[in-house]
C-alpha cells in the first residue's frame, strides 16, 4: 500500500532530523544565544516585556499601514501566532504526554525557554537583510540571511570568500524547499487531519459518517476537509494583508476563549493542580514505566517534549521571521522582542493550560489520562483528549467547544503557513508566480482529511525537521552580528548613548530607516 510505503521512507528520514545531532543542534542554538546575549529574556525582561505586551494597544503598533505589503507589528504578530497557535497546543501537547509522559511537558517548557532567544535571533536577523521585491512588498526570512549573511562574508582569502558564497545560496535554496514542504505538513494536511477529527467527533452526522468513499474514509470527513479548503482559498488568495487582516480579529479572540475555558476546568479541579506540577517535574528525570523507564524513558519524554514544543512554537524553524519581516518596525530588535513573546505566548501559557487541563481533568489516576499507566479514557484519542476533559466539566459542550477552538486555531495556522511557504516559493521562482504556489497549497488541503493522523503528524515533523537545520545554521553563523546589533540597541535606547543605529544590510534602507527612526517612526 502506498500510504505504508510513505511512512516507511518517512520514519527512516525522521530518525535521523530527530535524533540526537537535530535536538543538539536546535536546543544548543538556543542555549549558545541565550548565552552570548546574557540571558537577554531574562536579564532584559522589563525591556522585552515594556515593548510588547506593554505596548499592546498604543497607535504605533495597531496602526494599519496603507504601504503595499507592510503591515502593522500586531498584524505581524498574529499572523506569526496565527500559524504557530494550532493543533499542536492542543492535540500536539496532549499526544506529548500520551507518548512521553507528564515529564515531557517540563521539556516542552525548557525547549521553549532558550527558544525564545532562537526566535528573538531570527526575527532581528530577518528585520535586518529584508528588502522590497518586485512587488515592493517587503521579503525576509532565513533565505535571505543565509544567502547576504552566510554567502556575503567577507574573507581576506577570495577563495573561502567563494565557497561561503556559494553554501550560503545553496543553504538558503534548500531552506526554501523544505518551507514549501513543510507548508503542506505542519501548515496544511497536520492541522486540516485534527480539524476533521475533532468536529466528525463533537458534531456527529451518521447519515454521512457511515457513507465510506475509500479505505475508512467517510464522506463526513471529505466534506469537512473541502469545505476548509474553499474557505482557506477565500483568505489566502487575497496575499499578506488579506490574511493579516483576519488573523489580527480571530488570533486574540480564539486564544483568550480558549485560556478562559481552560482556568475555569484548572479551576474546578484545583486539588489536582500541585499533583499536576509535580508529576511535570518528577516525570521529566524519573518516568513512569508505560513510557520505558530510566534512561530510556527519559530520553522519550526529551524527545517527545522537544519535538512538540517546536511544532508548537516553531522556535528554530525560521518560518516566522517570513511575516514578522512584513512589519513596519524599522528596530531588528524591536521586532526580535516580539519574537520572544511568540513563544512565551505560544507555549509558556496556551501549551501549559492545555497541559494542566489534560493532567488535572478527573485527577492524575483515573481520569481521562493516567499519570501512572498512561492509559487514556474508553472513547478518547489524543486528538479527543482535550475535549473529553473538557466534556468531564461540561457534558456535552465540552467536545463542541474544542472542536471549535480547534478548528480556529488549526485553520489560522493554515493561512499563516500558506504565506510562509509563498515567501519561499518567491525566492526560488519570482514574486509575479506565488499565486501557483497558493493554489496548490490549498489543494492539498483535502490530503490531510483523508490521511491518518500518526502519518500526517510523522510527515510534518520530518518536514520541521529538515527546515531547521540549514536555519539554525545561518543563526548560529550570524549569532556574533545579533549580540553587535543587540548591543548597539541597549546602548542606545537603555543606556542612552549617541551611537549610530545598525538597521539594515542595505545603505539605502539604513538610511530610510534612520530618517523614519528621527521622524518619530520606530
Not at 153 to 176: P, R, T, W
Not at 241 to 268: C, D, H, Q, T, Y
Not at 437 to 449: D, K, L, N, Q
Request: with cysteine; net charge positive; proline share 2%.
Amino acid at each position: 500500500m502506498i500510504l505504508d510505503k510513505i511512512a516507511e521512507i518517512n520514519g527512516s528520514i525522521n530518525g535521523v532530523v530527530w535524533g540526537i545531532f537535530g535536538l543538539a543542534l536546535l536546543v544548543g542554538t538556543g542555549i549558545i544565544v541565550t548565552c552570548c546575549t546574557k540571558f537577554f529574556q531574562v536579564t532584559k525582561l522589563g525591556l522585552w516585556w515594556k515593548n510588547t505586551i506593554g505596548n499592546m494597544f498604543s497607535k504605533e503598533v495597531l496602526k494599519h499601514r496603507k504601504e503595499k505589503g507592510t503591515i502593522s507589528p500586531f498584524q505581524a504578530l498574529c499572523t506569526a501566532l496565527a500559524a504557530t497557535v494550532g493543533t499542536g497546543n492542543i492535540a500536539g501537547v496532549a499526544a506529548a504526554i500520551c507518548i512521553g509522559g507528564a515529564g515531557a511537558v517540563f521539556w516542552m517548557w525548557v525547549a521553549a525557554f532558550f527558544g525564545m532567544m532562537t526566535n528573538y535571533a531570527e526575527n532581528t536577523l530577518g528585520i535586518y537583510f529584508r528588502r522590497k521585491n518586485s512587488k515592493g512588498e517587503w521579503s525576509g526570512g532565513a533565505m535571505y540571511y543565509l544567502q547576504d549573511g552566510l554567502g556575503g562574508y567577507k574573507y581576506e582569502d577570495k577563495n573561502s570568500k567563494a565557497s561561503f558564497k556559494n553554501l550560503g545560496k545553496i543553504l538558503a535554496v534548500l531552506f526554501c524547499i523544505f518551507a514549501m514542504l513543510a507548508s503542506f505538513g505542519i501548515g496544511s494536511m497536520g492541522q486540516v487531519n485534527k480539524i476533521v477529527a475533532n468536529v466528525a467527533d463533537a458534531f456527529k452526522v451518521e447519515s454521512l459518517a457511515n457513507i465510506q468513499v475509500f479505505d475508512g474514509i467517510s464522506l463526513y470527513n471529505v466534506i469537512i476537509g473541502v469545505v476548509v479548503m474553499i474557505l482557506t482559498a477565500i483568505i489566502t488568495l487575497g496575499g499578506v494583508k488579506r490574511i493579516a487582516n483576519v488573523a489580527e480579529k480571530i488570533v486574540p479572540f480564539m486564544v483568550v476563549l480558549f485560556v478562559a475555558g481552560s482556568l475555569v476546568i484548572i479551576g474546578i479541579n484545583y486539588d489536582a493542580i500541585l499533583p499536576a506540577f509535580k508529576a511535570i517535574f518528577v516525570n521529566a528525570f524519573k518516568t513512569e514505566s508505560f513510557v520505558g523507564g530510566g534512561i530510556g524513558g527519559v530520553i522519550i519524554a526529551i524527545t517527545n517534549g522537544f519535538k512538540r514544543g517546536v511544532f508548537s512554537n516553531e522556535a528554530g524553524l525560521g518560518s516566522s521571521v517570513m511575516v514578522h519581516s512584513n512589519s513596519s518596525i524599522k528596530e531588528p530588535v524591536k521586532q526580535g522582542m516580539w519574537g520572544i513573546f511568540e513563544v512565551f505566548a505560544d507555549t509558556m501559557i496556551v501549551c501549559t493550560m492545555t497541559a494542566l487541563v489534560v493532567l488535572t481533568s478527573g485527577g492524575l489516576e483515573g481520569g481521562v489520562f493516567n499519570v501512572k499507566t498512561g492509559e487514556i479514557a474508553a472513547g478518547l484519542t489524543d486528538a479527543t483528549l482535550v475535549g473529553g476533559a473538557f466534556d468531564t466539566v461540561f457534558p456535552g459542550f465540552g467536545k463542541g467547544f474544542i472542536a471549535v477552538a480547534m478548528f480556529l486555531f488549526a485553520f489560522t495556522t493554515i493561512l499563516g503557513w500558506s504565506h510562509y511557504g509563498s515567501k519561499a516559493w518567491e525566492y526560488l521562482f519570482g514574486a509575479k508566480t506565488t499565486f501557483i504556489f497558493r493554489i496548490i497549497h490549498v489543494c492539498t488541503i483535502i490530503f490531510g482529511a483523508v490521511l491518518t493522523s500518526s502519518l500526517a503528524w510523522d510527515i510534518s515533523d520530518t518536514f520541521n525537521g529538515l527546515m531547521m537545520i540549514p536555519n539554525l545554521i545561518g543563526v548560529l553563523f550570524m549569532l556574533p552580528l545579533v549580540v553587535k546589533i543587540t548591543k548597539n540597541y541597549v546602548d542606545r535606547k537603555v543606556k542612552k548613548k549617541d551611537v549610530k543605529p545598525i538597521l539594515s544590510y542595505d545603505e539605502n534602507i539604513q538610511a530610510e530607516a534612520e530618517e523614519a527612526i528621527l521622524n518619530g517612526e520606530e
